[in-house]
């Protein structure tokens, strides 16, 4: 069972730029697509980010395109969202995951199988 821990998080103003981090346990961490997520209130959980076992391929949501980036250093089994030009309604917890399999892609949230618990993000205005 992997651990994952997310970091980063906090309170930040409009414009402004976070990075979070999320650490995994164990020795496999670079076999496994990452991704992250988000959950607003009242809102459903959305994909963020995702990124390929050995960081050659990413994705993103629409509404991240050219602010957000993904990225991993496998060896320190970390994964990273850097957020910039954050607005309000990027306002949630985020949290990482990782994919059930190893080798293997990142398709939607049915894919992940272990889950961080979240660190908060508030964008204030």
């Known amino acids: 069972q992997v651990s994952l821990v997310e970091s980063g998080g906090g309170l930040v103003q409009s414009g402004g730029s976070l990075r979070l981090s999320c650490a995994a346990s164990?020795?496999?961490?670079?076999?496994?697509?990452m991704g992250w997520f988000r959950q607003g209130p009242g809102k459903e959980r959305q994909f963020v980010a995702g990124?390929?076992?050995?960081?050659?391929?990413?994705s993103y949501a629409e509404s991240m395109k050219g602010r957000f980036t993904i990225s991993r250093g496998n060896a320190k089994n970390t994964v990273y969202l850097q957020m910039n030009s954050l607005k309000p309604d990027d306002t949630a917890v985020y949290y990482c995951?990782?994919?059930?399999?190893?080798?293997?892609?990142?398709?939607?949230?049915?894919?992940?199988?272990?889950w961080g618990q979240g660190t908060q993000v508030t964008v204030s205005s």
């Open positions: 995951a990782r994919t059930r399999t190893p080798w293997t892609g990142w398709g939607n949230a049915a894919n992940f199988g272990s």
């Open positions: 990124i390929r076992w050995d960081g050659s391929s990413t």
């Open positions: 164990g020795r496999t961490f670079s076999t496994y697509s």
